[in-house]
């Protein structure tokens, strides 16, 4: 039995499993395509008698002759130019509707009703300003074009179960194709989420190998050995800044920029030193040592030569000290952080397709519910 015959019999709902949803719609569609070949067929024929008539109102409208109209010429030029723009147009609407292919029913009343409706919006104020003088014959035009649609749609009253089977059918095949779409975005959507697993797992993994390699490191003597060196730089290094404040607390830098207030020379030394004594200090110790000789405030000279001398020997000490394997480890947390931040991408992108997951779910489940709708108006249960 044909999914017409469910229409004009009535049935009890038939109860279909939706994974057999695609064969129903597969089979209903080769039914509907009997059917739709016999309203084709109708519409043609339909389509082919309005021509026959249309070439029948040309003769007719090719023989109207104003002469005899007892109206001014004026009126007359006005008609007759209305109206012969009216037949070209009528003559390119026949010759369209004689090219005009009638397969799909759905397809052909679509073109029909696009077709007549540019005629009549290219037509229109020639039509009004024709009827004037020439009533009848484009009346004649009007009705045929009247008879057809009616006709036409007294087809389609006849045919409803047709008609709504076949909206319905076609309805549920396009929504089909969402949720066959949907399935498959979502199977990439899997995919790829299983792939960032896996990179999150070997990134971990990477993390772990480069955690463990640092324990290593630093429990090798030769990691042991350089930190001690650089506890001892350390300490060496806050001994020579309070050794530096020492000497910088001192100096009696007023008395310095009242000495030597007009030398600009020495009062851009004086100033630098007093602002950043260590920086301008260490830099050039002979241009202040100098200047404090000229000031008769050289006191302090020995233990500021001293000073420069240790701070010599701390540079030294600095720059032979190995960090072969503090390096390392620098080197390798950097990488680590690297690691970190892969892993929080992938994460996020994990974050990010599950949330698109959730909202192709929720289509899925809006376009399963249309489509239930659309199988009510055809007797249908899905389950």
Known sequence: MGILGIFKKKPEKTTLKFEDLEEFIVNQKKQLAIEEKDIVLTIR???????????????????????????????????RENFEKYLVQFEKLIKTL??????????????????FADFEKRTFLNFE?????????????????????????????????????????????????????????KKEIKNNTEENKKKIKSKKQEEKDNLDNIVKIKESKEYKSEKEKEKEIEKQDIILEKEIYSIKQSIDFKSLSTIFHSNDKYMKIINDHRHNFKEYFLKDPDSFIKILNEAGLSSEKSRIKDLVEKHKEFEKLKHNASKIEIKKIDSIENYIKTLLSDIRLFEEEIIKENKRLEKL???????????????????????
């Open 98 to 115: 004689e090219a005009l292919e009638i397969n799909d029913y759905k397809e052909s009343i679509a073109k029909l009703n696009h077709i």
């Open 129 to 185: 300003k024709s009827t004037f003088l020439i009533g009848k014959e484009l009346g004649a035009v009007k009705d045929s074009i009247a008879d057809f649609f009616n006709n036409i749609n007294k087809l389609l009253k006849e045919r409803k179960e047709f008609v709504d089977s076949y909206d319905a059918i076609n309805s549920i095949e396009d929504k089909l194709a969402s949720i066959n779409a949907i399935k498959t975005t």
């Open 361 to 383: 779910n929720e289509n899925k489940d809006q376009i399963i519910g249309l489509i239930k709708a659309q199988l009510e108006k055809i007797n249908i249960n899905i389950i």
């Open 45 to 79: 024929q339909e389509l082919n008698d309005l021509i026959n008539h249309f070439k029948e109102n040309l003769v007719i409208l090719e023989k109207v002759d104003l002469k005899d109209k007892k109206v001014e010429d004026r009126v007359k030029f006005i008609v």
